[in-house]
């Protein structure tokens, strides 16, 4: 089934400052597709922009998942995001956070799901998000974006704070979701030693 | 969306609230110490007035006011700190809109329905008013909570989207619930006397009902970019 991500002609400015200017690209299922640039160079925003978080000005987003397009809110919920900006609820456990994130996104094992991706990355189940290390907390956003098993990934500087565990683990599960069919649009500050680059889009500062 | 999911959905976003609020316990105590503060104050500084004809109309007036402060203190609180702790995105990434509304409009109800029940009993006991018809202000206390709840709610997304905070609630806060404190009020003091108040009751309900719809529709607009 045909799952792709293209996006054309992408223009994003916050006032005066120009963030994005023109910018295009595409990702088609078992493909990766990455997005380097300096710091402010507008990563983050294009990843929001595809995410659905924020509305380019100019340009058009087109996301196809199993051979259905989908329009801004059903891309909204089919996209596994990862970004250093996003926390989860520090007064829940991490099991309790993403069995409640489970139960939004209707994942029908949502328990075993949440438990199996916990222990997969090496994550305690019973304690309180905000007692997490800033690595661990980034583990825990990687579970969260996978929990519902997405076609997309979009993921935003992924191996922030992790240590060289958390690093292959990050490139062993991107390698099974790209083998899976699935794509993934990745964003970090320099090219990363990844399983495969299908994809390269440069972004000026 | 089905209509099962959805009610999934609002009952887990109605969940989480209470459990994270029965962890960390900010906005019940806020409201709740914000209310009995207000309410000490007024009864000492007024004192048991028993039937006193001229001032008993003037006990509800007060009684909204302390609700109307403190649910201010407190519940706009429900979107504010999920755009300050950064979990906003989350949420809006997988829940469906109107869901998140339901499930937050309920338990900011549920907050109301607490401040209610343990305020307006002490109030009425300290300043020693009787109250002629307390099933017709039972129902008026649960109309004017609910459009508290709704409208609270509603204010508080607008407010967490903005960049300026500080006195955007009040701003919004004065042509949205001021038709239905007016309302609230002139229920209250017709069964607080032993009036009828059964059409300021129906539009009370019919304004909850305004409020309901309207955040329903306005909602999913200002939630998403």
């Not at chain 2, 999911?5 to 609020?21: D, F, P, V």
């Not at chain 2, 007035?49 to 909204?64: E, R, Y």
């Amino acid at each position: 089934m045909e799952t792709e991500l293209i996006f054309t002609d992408i223009y994003r400015s916050f006032g005066r400052l120009r963030v994005l200017r023109g910018l295009s690209g595409a990702a088609r299922g078992g493909e990766l597709l990455l997005v380097t640039g300096r710091n402010g160079s507008g990563k983050s925003t294009l990843l929001r922009c595809l995410a659905g978080l924020m509305r380019p000005q100019r340009g058009e987003i087109h996301c196809r998942v199993n051979g259905r397009a989908l329009d801004a809110a059903e891309r909204r919920r089919a996209v596994g995001f990862l970004s250093p900006e996003l926390e989860l609820y520090g007064e829940l456990t991490t099991l309790e956070n993403l069995e409640f994130f489970a139960t939004l996104r209707a994942v029908p094992d949502g328990r075993e799901r949440g438990r199996a991706l916990l222990e997969r990355l090496g994550l305690p189940t019973e304690r309180p998000a905000r007692a997490l290390s800033s690595g661990m907390r980034q583990r825990l956003r990687l579970a969260w974006a996978l929990l519902h098993r997405p076609q997309v990934l979009l993921f935003d500087e992924p191996m922030q704070n992790l240590d060289q565990p958390g690093r292959s683990d990050v490139k062993a599960l991107l390698g099974e979701h790209l083998e899976a069919g699935g794509l993934a649009v990745v964003a970090n500050p320099d090219r990363l030693d990844l399983p495969k680059v299908d994809g390269h889009v440069e972004l000026a500062a | 969306m089905g209509m099962l999911s959805w009610l999934r959905e609002t009952g887990a976003i109605l969940a989480k609230e209470w459990r994270s609020e029965s962890r960390t316990r900010v906005a019940l105590s806020t409201v709740l110490l914000f209310a009995t503060t207000t309410l000490f104050v007024v009864s000492i500084a007024v004192g048991p007035i028993g039937g006193a004809p001229l001032v008993k109309p003037i006990m509800p007036v007060l009684l909204w006011i302390i609700l109307l402060f403190a649910t201010s203190a407190g519940l706009p609180r429900t979107f504010v700190h999920e755009e300050e702790v950064q979990t906003a995105d989350a949420l809006r990434l997988a829940g469906a809109p109107t869901a998140i509304f339901a499930g937050k409009c309920l338990y900011n109800l549920a907050l109301v329905a607490v401040l209610e029940a343990l305020v307006t009993p002490l109030f009425f006991g300290l300043l020693g008013v009787e109250v002629e018809r307390p099933l017709e202000l039972m129902t008026i206390l649960l109309a004017g909570g609910v459009g508290l709840a709704v409208g609270s709610t509603l204010i508080a997304a607008i407010v967490a989207q903005a960049q300026v905070r500080g006195t955007l609630f009040a701003v919004l806060a004065f042509p949205i619930l001021l038709p239905l404190l007016k309302l609230a009020v002139d229920g209250s003091v017709a069964a607080v006397l032993g009036e009828p108040a059964s059409a300021t009751l129906t539009l009370t309900f019919l304004y909850d009902g305004v409020l309901i719809v309207a955040g329903a529709m306005l909602f999913p607009l200002i939630w998403n970019p």
